[in-house]
């Protein structure tokens, strides 16, 4: 497994929750990474990506302002610090390492090359 969530949970809507992706290097060096997520039942759907220099993040519209991707390059971890949270943003969470050249910041959009295993994000109301 070369891409590991973890921080997923329960929590009540309002609060806040902070997921971390962790990477090899060869995995994490060098490439956009991304957050999506797939509420049971549903398609899984874009979250959030940064670019390899951080210089560059992209969000769903569902997301925006509430959650923030981050990255560290020294430890290879990627995280989703998601406050705000909502009901609706219950799903199985997956960090992405993106595709050669398929983090697209204008489109907020990544075409994904590797996939984590998921981890749950259940929010009560």
């Known amino acids: 497994v070369e891409l590991v969530e973890s921080g997923g949970g329960s929590v009540q809507a309002g609060n806040s929750l902070r997921l971390v992706c962790a990477a090899s290097?060869?995995?994490?060096?060098?490439?956009?990474m991304g957050w999506f997520r797939q509420p049971t039942g549903q398609e899984r759907e874009f979250v959030a990506a940064?670019?390899?220099?951080?210089?560059?993040?992209t969000y769903a519209d569902s997301v925006k302002g509430r959650f923030n991707i981050s990255r560290d390059n020294v430890r290879y971890r990627v995280y989703l610090q998601m406050n705000s949270l909502k009901t609706e943003d219950t799903a199985v969470y997956y960090c992405?390492?993106?595709?050669?050249?398929?983090?697209?910041?204008?489109?907020?959009?990544?075409?994904?090359?590797?996939w984590g295993q998921g981890t749950q994000v259940t929010v009560s109301s």
């Open positions: 290097e060869r995995m994490f060096s060098g490439h956009a």
């Open positions: 940064i670019s390899w220099t951080g210089l560059s993040a």
């Open positions: 992405a390492k993106s595709a050669p050249r398929g983090f697209d910041p204008e489109r907020a959009s990544m075409i994904v090359g590797v």
